[in-house]
Nanobody, 122 residues
């Protein structure tokens, strides 16, 4: 059973930086993609970024391009999301998920973490 656990949330100010981590256990994702999603208050879940676990290929939502960087440490089985120039609209619960599959035009994960909340104050 794959387990994903996010950490790194909290309260930051606009313009700050923050790094989220997601530890994975119980599985390997050699030829698959892992990703980050977020859900802001009162809104639906939104794709943020994904990374090929072996290839390192990355894709980002337009709203975070240039500010967020997804990365992984294969040896530690850990996924990261480095965020800079944070904005109040980045406030959300952030989830890591994977392996990712394309379902009905959107990305979805076979497994999900419990989420980590962070708030960006203006």
């Amino acid at each position: 059973q794959v387990q994903l656990e996010e950490s790194g949330g909290g309260l930051v100010q606009a313009g700050d930086s923050l790094r989220l981590s997601c530890g994975a256990s119980g599985g390997t994702f050699t030829s698959q993609f892992m990703g980050w999603f977020r859900q802001a208050p009162g809104k639906g879940r939104e794709f943020v970024a994904r990374i090929g676990w072996s290839s390192g290929r990355t894709d980002y939502a337009d709203s975070v391009k240039g500010r967020f960087t997804i990365s992984r440490d294969n040896a530690k089985n850990t996924l990261y999301l480095q965020m800079i120039s944070l904005k109040p609209e980045d406030t959300a619960v952030y989830y890591c998920a994977g392996p990712l599959r394309r379902v009905g035009g959107t990305w979805n994960g076979d497994y999900w973490g419990q989420g980590t909340q962070f708030t960006v104050s203006s």
